[in-house]
């Protein structure tokens, strides 16, 4: 067998600094857009990456770790979140506007392509005015910010239709099919972490100093069941998880802790 002198593959360190006193909410929900870091949190592998190569792992090891830790710090923790991809479908815009004169409207959040087509039904009512309109017609998408704004045309590409600003009433706005995803995040995991001075190694690693492993490592009730290592004594090796992960595209890794300290795990799939 080869003696290892190299990094060892899939392997990798994520760290976070300042991480806040509770997890981020808005992070742990339905989003429009592919997971990333973010304050507070980390994105461990996506499924596009090499770092997976480009295969759907099932079982990821993670080895949290702190930095300047000290036996102050309390409520620390560690939330997996995993994500897969719903690719979206047709659908209906609300909270419609028409912005202006010349086939701008706004809309609450959704998912908007150009092409796209939008079928308005209804008879026309309330404030504003759409030139030529009669129910229903298929309009298209020639311009938007991919969320709340959208410009629309009578043909594919072609140039905006007329139109004042105003909130119509009794019409009903249909999109087809778009080209992007939502991502759903699932919890993977929930673990408290805890170590007490003096039972773990005090490391230097990458010119950062006091970075201590955990020497305890608990599953939040409610949460999923991981395969969990807490070692008993003095500087111990460290504590580590083991979580199912499977048929997830993305897996972000987050931290809590007061005091606000330095974060971040060790990791590998599997």
């Given at each position: 067998m080869p003696v290892i002198n190299t990094a060892q593959e899939n392997f990798r360190r994520a760290t976070v600094t300042s991480v806040p006193a509770t997890y981020t909410a808005a992070q742990a929900i339905l989003l429009q857009a592919a997971p990333a870091s973010a304050t507070g949190s980390a994105l461990l592998w996506d499924i596009n990456t090499a770092s997976v190569s480009g295969t759907n792992p099932s079982l990821l090891y993670v080895m949290p770790f702190m930095i300047s830790a000290?036996?102050?710090?309390?409520?620390?923790?560690?939330?997996?979140?995993?994500?897969?991809?719903?690719?979206?479908?047709?659908?209906?815009?609300?909270?419609?506007?028409?912005?202006?004169?010349?086939?701008?409207?706004?809309?609450?959040?959704?998912?908007?392509?150009?092409?796209q087509a939008v079928t308005i039904t209804g008879t026309?009512?309330?404030?504003?005015?759409?030139?030529?309109?009669?129910?229903?017609?298929?309009?298209?998408?020639?311009?938007t910010n991919g969320s709340t704004t959208f410009q629309l045309s009578a043909t594919l590409g072609g140039s905006a239709i007329v139109t004042t600003a105003g909130t119509p009433t009794g019409l009903q706005y249909t999109r087809t099919t778009g080209t992007g995803f939502w991502y759903m995040p699932t919890v993977?995991?929930?673990?408290?972490?805890?170590?007490t001075?003096?039972?773990?190694?005090?490391?230097?690693?990458?010119?950062?100093?006091?970075?201590?492993?955990?020497?305890?490592?608990?599953?939040?009730?409610?949460?999923?069941a991981a395969n969990l290592y807490s070692p008993a004594g003095?500087?111990?090796?460290?504590?580590?998880?083991?979580?199912?992960?499977?048929?997830?595209?993305?897996?972000?890794?987050?931290?809590?802790s007061s005091g606000t300290p330095d974060m971040g795990t060790f990791w590998a799939n599997l």
């Open positions: 000290t036996s102050a710090q309390t409520a620390i923790g560690m939330r997996l979140l995993g994500w897969r991809k719903y690719l979206d479908t047709a659908g209906t815009l609300a909270g419609v506007t028409i912005a202006d004169t010349a086939g701008g409207f706004t809309c609450n959040a959704n998912v908007l392509v150009v092409g026309l009512g309330g404030t504003g005015t759409i030139t030529g309109y009669s129910s229903p017609t298929t309009y298209y998408i020639i311009a993977l995991a929930d673990f408290t972490l805890t170590f001075s003096g039972t773990v190694p005090n490391y230097t690693m990458d010119g950062a100093l006091n970075t201590r492993t955990f020497s305890g490592i608990t599953q939040v009730a409610g949460t999923p003095a500087n111990v090796e460290p504590a580590y998880a083991m979580v199912d992960v499977a048929g997830a595209s993305y897996v972000t890794a987050q931290f809590k």
